[in-house]
C-alpha cells in the first residue's frame, strides 16, 4: 500500500512540473506577442510622406488545475491554461514633406455598424414602449 502511495506522489510532481512548463511557455508565447512590434507597424514611404501604422492590442489569460481521488481510491488530476491575443487598427501617424507630424485615426466600419444596430434596437424598444402606453 505504501508504494502506491509514492507511486501517485510522483505522478502528481510529474504533472506540477509539466502544467508549470506549460504555463511558462505559453508567458513566453503571450510576452513575445505584445511587443512594441505589434502595436506600430514598419513605416512605410511614399513621394516624401511617411506612415507609421498603429494598432490596439489586448489580451487576457487564465489557468486553472487540480487533483482528487474518486470513490474507488483512484487518483487524478489536470491542468489548463488559455490566452486570447487580439488586435484592431486604431490609426496612423504621418510625417509629411517638411517634416510636420500628425495623428490620423482610422474608421471601424464595423464597430460603427454594430453600434447603429444598437441604435435601432433602442429606438425600437422606446417606440414599442410608447406604443403600449397608449393602449
Known sequence: MTTHVTDRSEDTEATVASSTAEVMRQLSEARDAMRVGR???DPYERDGVTVIPAAKISGGGGGGGGQGE????ETGGGFGT???LSAR???MIV???DGEVSWRPT???TMLARSGQVLAGIIA???ALVLL???
Not at 70 to 73: I, L, Q, R, T, Y
Open 125 to 127: 424598444v422606446c417606440v
Open 133 to 135: 402606453r397608449r393602449r
Open 70 to 73: 474518486s470513490e474507488e481510491g
Open 82 to 84: 488559455g490566452f486570447r
Open 39 to 41: 502595436v506600430f507597424g
Open 107 to 109: 474608421v471601424d466600419a
Open 95 to 97: 510625417i509629411d514633406r
Open 89 to 91: 487598427p486604431v490609426g
